[in-house]
């Protein structure tokens, strides 16, 4: 279901860099030379974003989202602060971006039933039962579209505890990136975690692995998982629920994926 649509074409030569403290946020600024072109293409892709919204630049900021280029050249969207459309939340980001004369932008907003998957994992107490128990706690907050079967890995990081139990849950969700994590750190919460060292032993641990396509980074959290590829834990059981789904940065396969860290 497409959520929002925009587009927006910019006169390059008019563009002043000066507007570049106000545009470009500091990991464009990084990644890129900024000269008019490209300053020119970050402002048409950001007012293409903000009408897909149906809000306009109103309560929006440019510095709320940043444009990026892939190693490959194409444009993703990055979400410091995730904003729903007025029509309603969406997981998948499309956008493209010519120049000539002209800098030229179209950007659509899409919601696409699941796409967004959870890690679940734990090594403390009984196991099984709490992954039976977390997927009840998720079935409340979410529709569950799938869940791969449960596989045994060595910790991870911190290798001097228990084995683990993972798998991977697809579900379903109106929820925002920033509301599924306040709902998934409650059901850890209720289930007994408690936070005393990284990497350390935990009844339950609730990762949002990837929201559709979308790529959001901020103080409380990161998507895609900032270390899913190196995760045996994530892969494997992600691949036998969506062997075909694409990493939203790295544009490869789960399948892929699972090839290279297997080699």
């Not at 464009?28 to 974003?49: D, I, P, W």
């Not at 459309?85 to 030229?104: E, I, Q, R, W």
């Not at 920033?178 to 339950?204: H, S, T």
Request: glycine letters at 6%; hydrophobic letters at 40%; a negative charge.
């Amino acid at each position: 279901m497409i959520i929002g649509f925009g587009n927006d074409i910019v006169q390059i030569s008019r563009v002043d860099i000066k507007l570049e403290r106000r545009i470009l946020t500091q990991e464009e600024k990084e990644k890129k030379n900024v000269t008019q072109e490209y300053l020119a293409g970050r402002f048409a892709l950001k007012e293409s974003y903000f009408k897909a919204l149906y809000t306009g630049i109103s309560n929006n900021s440019f510095q709320d989202i940043s444009f990026l280029n892939r190693t490959d050249g194409s444009i993703y969207l990055v979400h410091h602060r995730y904003t729903p459309s007025k029509v309603g939340t969406y997981n998948f980001v499309h956008a493209t971006l010519s120049h000539d004369s002209y800098a030229y932008a179209n950007l659509i907003l899409e919601k696409l039933p699941g796409k967004v998957f959870i890690g679940v994992g734990t090594n403390v107490g009984d196991r099984k039962k709490n992954i039976q128990e977390a997927t009840i706690r998720l079935e409340k907050i979410a529709h569950i579209i799938a869940i791969s079967e449960i596989i045994e890995t060595e910790p991870y990081g911190k290798t001097d505890q228990p084995p683990f139990l993972n798998c991977v849950v697809e579900i379903d969700t109106n929820l925002t990136p920033d509301e599924l994590l306040e709902n998934l750190l409650n059901i850890e919460k209720e289930m007994g975690r408690v936070r005393i060292e990284r990497w350390g032993p935990r009844i339950i641990d609730l990762d949002i692995l990837f929201y559709g396509n979308l790529v959001v980074k901020n103080e409380r959290l990161t998507i895609p998982h900032y270390d899913f590829e190196n995760r045996i834990f994530f892969v494997k059981p992600m691949n036998e629920i969506a062997p075909n789904f694409v990493h939203p940065i790295s544009l490869k396969t789960i399948n892929h994926l699972l090839y290279e860290l297997t080699q």
